[in-house]
């Protein structure tokens, strides 16, 4: 059993950073695939990054590469994503997610979810 908790959203302005914390809990962290989601109003749920157990591969959604940055501190049982050059289009609930082995786009496939944190980034 995995739980999770957001925290570092807020309301910025356009071309503004963010840095978002999932702090876990279990002693297996280190071996989860962490993900970032985000659901906007109106809008299903869309992956935004993943990084694999074990400081692995990273992966992004296009509409975020170069732009946001996924990292994972396990010592800490943390995982972050850095947003950068934020635009009104960013505006969602963001939801940090972990799973053993998911494609990395895929929500389905992740088992444990987080009560997400609201980024909004005025024009």
């Not at 908790?5 to 280190?30: H, K, N």
């Not at 970032?36 to 993943?50: D, H, I, L």
């Not at 501190?73 to 997610?97: H, I, R």
């Amino acid at each position: 059993q995995v739980q999770l908790a957001e925290s570092g959203g807020g309301l910025v302005q356009a071309g503004d950073s963010l840095r978002l914390s999932c702090a876990a809990s279990g002693p297996t962290f280190m071996t989860y695939t962490m993900g970032w989601f985000r659901q906007a109003p109106g809008k299903e749920r869309e992956f935004v990054a993943t990084i694999r157990g074990r400081g692995g591969a990273t992966y992004y959604a296009d509409s975020v590469k170069g732009r946001f940055t996924i990292s994972r501190d396990d010592a800490k049982n943390a995982v972050y994503l850095q947003t950068n050059s934020l635009k009104p289009e960013d505006t969602a609930v963001y939801y940090c997610a972990a799973g053993r082995y998911p494609s990395p786009a895929v929500s389905a496939e992740y088992a444990y979810w987080g009560q997400g944190t609201q980024v909004t980034v005025s024009s």
